[in-house]
């Protein structure tokens, strides 16, 4: 009997010295869905010009890395590939510019978890200054994203708080209870019956251990959205 291959997934950190800043939270998050036969590979843009994705022309910026990184992946025999950024950056050319290897999006794959957990989605995202619902910042880009997968109707809201991503890396301490506070209003004031939490296992932890609803982690859901993905092309053969 021909022993079976486990399924590789590259999941990107899609910024420069990623895995210096993210890895850890990454590598935390990928244990805790990743099953036994799937092996994930982290990996991040060295040469990427940005060190975090919070405007659209960051987002811009980082693109073309990460379709060099998904033909690489391809080229290393990886099943599928991840974004690595709530933006999705590359998506669409990371697709056109491969032949077997799939590729998930982080946002992507939230919208669809999400939209079989529940009617209505609320994202919680790092605000820089801004609290509260965004306006003018990267959630321009999450919701142009989300208006072209076709799930602008299953969006409440999108809510911040006022950090930069790197914070989240730093886990200050009041981090999570003002994720809660947003996502609290996110339920009662917005309607939300599905929150995507942000940052490592300690905030999304806290949020899942505190609210109502269940609480989603887009890491989580491109694993499991890709390794499920992968099991059904391979059923074809």
């Not at 850890?24 to 040469?47: C, F, N, R, S, W």
């Not at 599928?80 to 590359?90: E, H, R, S």
């Amino acid at each position: 009997m021909t022993e079976k291959k486990p399924i590789r997934i590259c999941q990107m950190i899609a910024v420069r010295d990623g895995l210096e800043s993210w890895g850890k939270i990454t590598k935390e998050i990928v244990e805790g869905v990743a099953g036994p036969d799937v092996e994930v590979i982290i990996q991040d843009l060295p040469e990427a010009p940005v060190t975090t994705v919070m405007t659209i022309d960051d987002h811009d910026q980082v693109a073309p890395y990460n379709v060099k990184a998904a033909i690489q992946a391809e080229k290393d025999g990886f099943d599928a590939i991840t974004t690595g950024c709530l933006m999705d950056p590359g998506i669409d050319a990371m697709r056109e510019q491969t032949e077997k290897i799939i590729v998930v999006g982080d946002c992507e794959a939230v919208m669809h978890i999400g939209s079989i957990v529940g009617r209505k989605i609320s994202l919680l995202l790092p605000g820089k200054e801004q609290s509260g619902l965004l306006k003018g910042g990267v959630e321009e880009g999450v919701i142009r994203l989300i208006r072209n997968y076709g799930f602008m109707d299953k969006l409440c809201s999108v809510r911040g708080v006022p950090t930069s991503s790197l914070d989240f890396v730093a886990n200050r301490n009041d981090l999570p209870g003002l994720m809660l506070e947003q996502a609290e209003l996110a339920v009662h004031e917005d309607g939300a019956d599905v929150i995507m939490g942000y940052g490592g296992l300690d905030v999304i932890n806290f949020l899942r251990k505190n609210l109502s609803v269940p609480v989603l982690e887009s890491i989580e859901c491109t694993i499991v959205l890709a390794t499920a993905l992968v099991q059904l092309r391979n059923s074809q053969h």
